[in-house]
């Protein structure tokens, strides 16, 4: 397939992102794709946590059924593809779920890929791999691993649109690759002889996979950088030419803004290295770019280079390591901060005298700020701001299981009777049994299955 240009949405940048932005994206954008990210480090692990707890969850995001009931009626009229990696842990399941959708909303059936990742889990531990932080053996994770999930590319999301998939759900793959690949179907990019091409279409990739990071979310600094209409921020859309150039705009009459300052602050997020970003499919030289800025809102990206993908893939390895109880206070008015401080030596000597057994503890303040809002109404309102503290005290635990991590929500929780003459609120503990940590294996070939969906 041959296009001299090719407009690419993003669909959302976050699991909990709002679905209003690409609605109106496939409504309004001209799309030939609409692409969702909402995949965070800790998605699988915590999906399969959630599985082990309840096997009745679908594995797959959990707001598939809003964002597709927004978007499929648009897309499917304006012939705009969807890309998504809401498949999480069951791609397959995903993929059904939408082609029922479509019969509910009485659409016409697409025919649907779902693209399933190698689950690593199993044999990870018996390779001889180093954790990329620490450099200690994977193998030291025998026993306590939950997931092992390779970051992909682009590539078997291309195959899957070479035989016609006009919705392709998967599981785990690199967030820019979701919107290089049909840049690489659409244009005919070869990752042997357009290594340049590649680099500059995860470009563009980076930008788009956060969303309204890239028109103003982030961005706002009150008084000093200042964004239009923030509560109606529309997500970032390419148009990108067969040079792998682009042109990132956004809706017209939308909020946010889109200029040289907001795509050079996402352009860096999540960047280690700028001249060496390695994604699955190419490494990107991000200090090659230039941007200008060609028209309000509208801002052009070119001239970035890149080198050829590696050979080895990311592991993303989940694991328990332990349990986390907290609990945290607030103190309004004069003193806030000695009884803030006072409460933290109570609670340093209370662990203290009930031994308490915990791997780290943490006991943190923080302060000062205003307490009552300038449209209270209140009769001195206008002239007091009253200072406002809080003191949070976490704890975290791996034997016995729970135990430590109760004990300092319990303590915590015993301090609100003999601290009643200061303004306090108390939060429910939590607890948590997932730990991250990351290597980098060989790729492996085949890695993914196609299905179509079916309802």
């Not at 669909?11 to 992102?17: E, K, L």
């Not at 300052?261 to 280690?272: L, S």
Request: aromatic fraction near 8%.
């Amino acid at each position: 397939m041959t296009k001299t240009t090719l407009r690419v949405g993003s669909g959302s940048g976050w699991w909990g992102d709002r679905v209003e932005p690409a609605a109106l994206s496939a409504r309004l954008g001209r799309l030939d794709y609409l692409c969702f990210e909402t995949m965070a480090e800790a998605t699988v692990s915590a999906a399969q946590v959630r599985r082990r707890r309840d096997p009745a969850f679908a594995g797959y995001d959990t707001y598939l059924d809003q964002r597709m009931r927004a978007v499929l009626p648009h897309c499917l009229a304006n012939g705009t593809r969807i890309i998504s990696n809401q498949g999480w842990i069951h791609p397959l399941g995903a993929a059904c779920r939408i082609a029922q959708i479509c019969e509910e909303l009485g659409l016409p059936m697409p025919r649907i890929a779902a693209i399933t990742t190698t689950d690593l889990t199993p044999t990870i531990c018996d390779q001889d791999l180093a954790l990329l932080e620490s450099g200690a053996p994977v193998a030291s994770l025998r026993g306590t691993l939950i997931s092992a999930e390779p970051y992909e590319g682009a590539l078997p999301i291309v195959k899957a649109l070479e035989q016609g998939a006009q919705i392709v759900v998967t599981g785990r793959v690199a967030d820019p690759s979701l919107f290089l690949a049909p840049m690489i179907h659409a244009f005919g990019w070869d990752y042997a002889r357009d290594v340049d091409l590649l680099a500059r279409g995860s470009a563009i990739g980076h930008l788009l996979e956060c969303g309204a990071q890239a028109t103003g979310g982030y961005f706002g600094d009150p008084g000093y950088k200042d964004v239009p209409e923030p509560w109606n921020l529309a997500f970032p859309i390419a148009e990108v030419d067969a040079d792998g150039n682009a042109v990132i705009g956004k809706v017209a009459g939308t909020g946010g803004r889109i200029d040289l300052q907001t795509i050079k602050e996402q352009m860096f997020y999540e960047v280690h290295d700028p001249a060496r970003y390695i994604t699955p499919d190419v490494v990107v030289d991000f200090t090659t770019a230039a941007l200008e800025q060609v028209a309000p809102d509208r801002v052009r990206i070119s001239g970035v280079r890149g080198a050829p993908r590696t050979g080895t893939l990311k592991v993303s390895l989940g694991c328990t390591e332990g349990f986390i109880g907290e609990d945290m206070f607030f103190y309004a008015g004069p003193g806030c901060l000695a009884k803030a401080e006072l409460a933290r030596v109570i609670l340093e000597q209370r662990f203290a005298l009930a031994k308490l057994q915990a791997e780290e503890l943490r006991i943190d303040s923080s302060g000062s700020m205003p307490s009552m809002a300038p449209r209270r109404r209140c009769r001195h309102a206008s002239r007091t701001r009253l200072p406002c503290a809080s003191l949070r005290a976490p704890a975290r635990a791996k034997r016995p299981p729970r135990s430590a991590a109760r004990s300092t929500a319990w303590r915590c929780a015993g301090w609100r009777r003999p601290a009643s003459a200061c303004r306090t609120r108390t939060a429910p503990a939590r607890s948590s049994a997932c730990g991250r940590h990351w290597c980098r294996a060989r790729r492996s070939s085949p890695a993914f299955t196609f299905s179509e969906g079916q309802p």
